[in-house]
């Protein structure tokens, strides 16, 4: 049986891969955008977020 490679997700805002265990997916009406867990920051102090301290302004992300 050949070996089949899957399509690997990559980060929304690196573009490297995403692994299952450093995945953050955030999802909006359309679709779902996969990031690094210390990709996810806010736009105007830079502090690493998760998914309970963000709130996402078009395609910009800040703390609460």
Known sequence: ???????????????????????VVVENKEKKFPYHKTCIRCAHCNQVLTLGTLVQHQSSFYCK
Request: one cysteine or more; glycine letters at 0%.
């Open 1 to 23: 049986m050949p070996f089949v490679a899957q399509q690997q997700e990559r980060c929304t805002a690196c573009e490297r891969i995403v692994y299952a265990t450093e995945k």
